[in-house]
């Protein structure tokens, strides 16, 4: 089978081409950082606009590499749900277009569920079961996974995600646009001995997380040191440490409650150099192991879509709804199992 896979969630287009028997073909992604900068933050029209002009080109840039004709294609694959309501309206729209004039299945692809199977694009994936940590955006989930669409949530976000805070407190340091990547680079000068936050919901049972008391923290920090260079290095640093090690202490409590010894670490704050040491010296301690995707599959793309979309077709899933519908809100435990 040869699938095509289009993501528009948010703030990047990507196309790509899985193919059964060779794996993932060509992908392409459009990032729209420098279209958002001036704003802060993805501004949804904006996003959805942007995603029109460039799937097309995209889409064509990645058949035109890999030789597809629409006659080779078995299947379409498109992100679904959760993000923006418009920009997932996009990527519907033209991928449930193409489905129908190729005469080919479409299915809506959750877009955790596709970063939790990124790893399966790698050389040595993961074999289930497994604990997946999701860090992507706006949600933060801990996951026992025994096979596709066979999720147990053991953990999530109360209030702010990790990725969430992460942009919030580099807002407050005076950072731009995206505050995640930026606030790493800054806490690679900072003092790590100089300030000390809490590790959140940690002191109590249970795996679920809230990270909304480290923004405020951090303020209230800034506003008592002062806002020089140094100290907003240094509160970076500490911030970091913060979150990296609230992921720590949930992790080994999950991978010890389970019994299981395997760990992913999958969305774009699994990209976090910091976080990514931390769990694998934890792991290493606990005798388990630890799976990434690669960088430029942490952050949303769409080679994680064609390949969840191949296993689900494959199944015999597919859209049988022939209209635009899309979920901004859904919940991956409502998932069916392959």
């Known amino acids: 089978m040869r699938i095509l896979g289009i993501e528009t969630s948010c703030d990047e287009t990507a196309v790509a081409i ?130 596709i669409g066979r999720y147990e949530i053991l953990g999530q976000s109360l209030d702010d995600a990790a990725g969430e805070a992460f942009d919030k407190t580099a807002t407050l340091l005076g950072l731009s646009y995206p505050g995640g990547p930026a606030l790493a680079e800054l806490a690679r000068n900072g003092n790590p001995d100089r300030f000390r936050f809490p590790r959140p919901m940690t002191d109590r049972p249970g795996l679920d997380f809230g990270f909304s008391g480290l923004k405020t923290y951090a303020i209230n920090t800034l506003r008592a040191h002062g806002d020089d260079d140094t100290t907003r290095a240094d509160i970076a640093r500490a911030f970091e440490e913060a979150v990296a090690d609230t992921f720590v202490i949930k992790c080994r409590r999950a991978l010890r409650a389970t019994g299981m010894g395997r760990l992913i670490i999958a969305g774009g704050v699994g990209a976090n150099r910091r976080l990514r040491e931390e769990l694998m010296s934890m792991a290493t301690k606990e005798k388990a192991h630890v799976f990434y995707p690669r960088i430029a599959f942490c952050t949303d793309n769409a080679a994680m879509v064609a390949y969840t979309g191949w296993q689900r077709l494959r199944a015999g899933f597919q859209d049988a709804d022939t209209g635009f519908k899309v979920r901004p809100r859904w919940s991956l435990a409502t998932l069916e199992p392959l």
């Open 18 to 147: 899985y193919q059964s028997d060779q794996g993932l073909l060509d992908h392409a992604v459009h990032s729209q950082i420098e279209l958002h900068r001036q704003y802060g933050g993805v501004v949804p029209e904006l996003a959805s606009r942007d995603h029109v002009r460039k799937v097309l080109p995209l889409l064509r840039e990645v058949m035109e590499r890999t030789e597809t004709t629409p006659d080779s294609i078995d299947g379409v694959a498109y992100t679904a749900g959760p993000g923006l309501v418009g920009a997932l309206l996009v990527g519907a729209a033209i991928g449930r277009s193409l489905a129908m004039a190729w005469d080919v299945p479409a299915i809506g692809i959750h877009h955790m569920e596709a970063h939790l199977l990124a790893p399966m694009l790698e050389a040595d994936p993961p074999a289930f079961p497994f604990l997946a940590l999701l860090v992507s955006g706006g949600h933060t989930l801990l996951v026992a996974v025994t096979g």
